[in-house]
C-alpha cells in the first residue's frame, strides 16, 4: 500500500478549513434481532456465540420470511432520540435500500430514509480544556446490521489478496440506530479532538440509557467520519462550497477516530495544495500504520433505489410512550460529569485526565465496586492507560473495573503494595486469573512474617555494619540503604513499613 503524502497539520489549516460530519452505528443489546427471534449478538449473553448459530430465516433471507419489528428496539430507538434532543415523528416507516450484501441474504437493508424516527437534535460536548461544543444532529433512524465476512489466506485479514471468505450470519439483523449529523462547521484545529470527544459522549449517552453495550473493539458502536476541505478566502469574498467529502469506515477506537480525522485532514490538504482533486469514496483505516486507504466511491442517495418496505407497517408511538421514555431519560453526560467531580473531590487537572481518557464510566464502576475515588483514578489513569497505549488499545479493554477494584482491595488489606500490585493486575490482563488467583500462582503477596524480615535485616546489617550506629546517633535515614537491601533481597515483597518498625526498633535496644 503506498503511503498518502500529508501536509503538515498546522499549515493545512492555515490554507483549508476542515467541515466533519459522523454517522455512528450503536448496535442495540436487545434479546432479540431488530425483524426477526433469533438471539441478538449484540447482548451480552450471546456475544461469544458460535458462527451462524444465532439466525432465523427473516436472517438469512429465505423466500416466504416476513419480518416483525421488535418493541423493544422500537423504544430503545426513541430513547435515544431524545436522549439525542431530536423531536420524535409522529410516524415513521422502513424503507429497502438495494446493495449487494455478500452478508445480507436477501440483498438488501431494513433501514429508514425519508422518514427516520427522530431527527433536528443537538449534543453538548467537552473537550480537553472544558470548552464545550455543541454538534447539531440531523437524524438517528432504525435500521438492522448485515453480517460478518472473515477473509482468510490473506496476509491483511481484508478481502485484498484473500484466497475465500467465511459468511457468519449471527449479526444480519442485529437491531441498531444510525445517527448521523449536520455539517459540523468551525471545528479548526481542534477537528480531530472533537472527534474524539463526541464519539466519547455518544457512548458515554448509550451506555447511560442501557441500550447498548457499546463496547468499541466488539463492533458495538461503529463510526463513519466524513472529512472535507475547502481553501479559506479573504475577509469579504464569497463562502466557497463544501469541498468533497470522504468517508473513513467503521473506525473502532475512539482513539482511532481522532487518528483517522487529523490524517485525512493533512492527506487531502496535500492532494489539493498540488492541484489535484478529492474522490468522493469510502476510505479503511489502517491501525498499524495510522493511515487511509481506498475503499469504494461513495454513493449517493439514489444509488439505493430506497422504496417504502411493504412488508412493514409505519411505526406510530403514542404521546404517552414518548412522555414514559422522556421521563425515564438519565441525566446528560455534561450534567453527570460536573456531579461525578464534584462526588469524587477531584480538582479540574484530576478530573480532566478521567474525563480526556474517556475513562469516566471505568472509574465511576471502580468506585462502585469498592475502591476509592483517589485509587481508581490512580489505576486507570495510570498502570492500566500505559498498558493500553503500549498494546494500542482502550483501557477499557485490558480489565474490568471489578477486578481493578479488587487489586485495589489487596493494597489497602496489606497483602500488596504497589509494586505487586502491577504485577498483579499484568497477570489479571494477561488472562491469569482473578486478582487472589494471580496472587496466590505467582506467590506475590507481601511478606510481614517478623521471623523472615528479621533475618532478611540481619543479612543487610552484615553488610553495612556501620548502619546502626548512624541510627542511633539521631540519622534515622540511614535506615533507607537498610529497608532497599531487604526489599531487593526479597524480591520487592517485604513489608517496608514493617521492616523501618523492626530496625528502629531494634536500634532504641541499648547496645551490649
Not at 471489578?402 to 504497589?418: F, M
Request: proline residues 6%.
Amino acid at each position: 500500500m503506498a503511503k498518502n503524502a500529508l501536509m503538515d497539520f498546522d499549515r493545512a489549516l492555515e490554507l483549508f478549513e476542515p467541515v466533519l460530519g459522523f454517522e455512528v452505528h450503536v448496535e442495540l443489546n436487545t434479546e432479540t434481532k431488530m425483524f426477526s427471534a433469533a438471539g441478538n449478538p449484540a447482548n451480552e449473553k450471546n456475544h461469544a456465540a458460535s458462527p451462524n448459530t444465532l439466525v432465523a430465516p427473516v436472517d438469512m433471507g429465505l423466500p416466504g420470511s416476513m419480518p416483525v419489528v421488535n418493541e423493544e428496539a422500537v423504544r430503545s430507538s426513541i430513547s435515544l432520540g431524545l436522549a439525542l434532543g431530536c423531536s420524535i415523528a409522529p410516524s415513521s416507516r422502513f424503507a429497502r435500500k438495494n446493495y449487494f450484501y455478500p452478508d445480507l441474504g436477501k440483498n438488501y437493508q431494513i433501514s429508514q430514509y425519508d422518514e427516520p424516527i427522530a431527527f433536528e437534535g443537538q449534543v453538548e460536548i467537552e473537550l480537553s480544556d472544558g470548552e464545550t461544543v455543541v454538534i447539531p444532529i440531523e437524524r438517528a433512524h432504525m435500521e438492522e446490521d448485515a453480517g460478518k465476512l472473515t477473509h482468510m489466506g490473506g496476509a491483511t485479514g481484508r478481502i485484498q489478496g484473500a484466497e475465500y471468505s467465511l459468511v457468519d450470519y449471527n449479526r444480519a439483523g442485529v437491531p441498531l440506530v444510525e445517527i448521523v449529523t449536520k455539517p459540523i462547521i468551525g471545528a479548526e484545529h481542534r477537528a480531530p479532538e472533537i472527534a474524539k470527544a463526541y464519539i466519547a459522549t455518544i457512548r458515554d449517552i448509550v451506555r447511560g440509557l442501557g441500550i447498548s453495550e457499546a463496547r468499541m473493539e466488539r463492533g458495538n458502536l461503529r463510526c463513519d467520519a466524513n472529512v472535507s476541505l475547502r481553501p479559506r478566502v479573504a475577509p469579504g469574498e464569497p463562502t466557497p462550497p463544501l469541498g468533497t467529502r470522504t468517508e473513513t469506515k467503521n473506525v473502532n477506537s475512539m482513539r482511532s477516530v481522532e487518528r483517522a480525522v487529523r490524517h485525512e485532514i493533512q492527506r487531502q490538504a496535500a492532494i489539493l495544495a498540488a492541484g489535484g482533486t478529492i474522490t468522493q469514496e469510502t476510505r479503511h483505516w489502517h491501525e498499524d500504520t495510522g493511515t487511509t486507504s481506498p475503499g469504494r466511491p461513495k454513493s449517493d442517495a439514489d444509488d439505493y433505489r430506497y422504496f417504502p418496505e411493504p412488508d412493514l407497517l409505519p411505526v406510530v408511538p403514542s404521546a404517552e410512550l414518548i412522555e414514559e421514555l422522556r421521563a425515564a431519560l438519565p441525566e446528560p453526560p455534561a450534567a453527570r460529569r460536573r456531579r461525578l467531580k464534584a462526588e469524587w473531590g477531584f480538582t479540574d487537572l484530576e478530573f480532566q485526565d478521567v474525563a480526556n481518557g474517556g475513562l469516566l464510566g471505568e472509574v465511576e464502576a471502580t468506585i462502585a465496586a469498592g475502591a476509592t475515588p483517589a485509587a481508581a483514578r490512580k489505576w486507570w489513569t495510570g498502570e492500566i492507560t500505559r498498558l493500553a497505549n503500549a498494546a494500542g488499545r482502550e483501557p477499557s479493554e485490558l480489565v474490568s473495573p471489578a477486578d481493578v477494584a479488587a487489586v485495589q482491595v489487596l493494597v489497602d488489606a496489606g497483602t500488596l503494595n504497589d509494586k505487586l500490585a502491577r504485577q498483579v493486575l499484568e497477570g489479571v490482563i494477561a488472562g491469569e486469573g482473578t486478582p487472589q488467583e494471580v496472587v496466590d500462582a505467582r506467590g506475590l503477596a507481601v511478606v510481614s512474617d517478623d521471623g523472615a524480615l528479621i533475618a532478611a535485616i540481619d543479612e543487610a546489617l552484615a553488610s553495612q555494619p556501620d548502619v546502626m550506629a548512624k541510627i542511633r546517633d539521631g540519622k534515622v535515614q540511614a535506615a533507607g540503604a537498610v529497608i532497599g537491601a531487604v526489599m531487593k533481597a526479597m524480591k520487592g515483597q517485604a513489608d517496608a513499613a514493617r521492616v523501618r518498625e523492626l530496625i528502629l526498633s531494634r536500634a532504641a535496644t541499648p547496645a551490649e
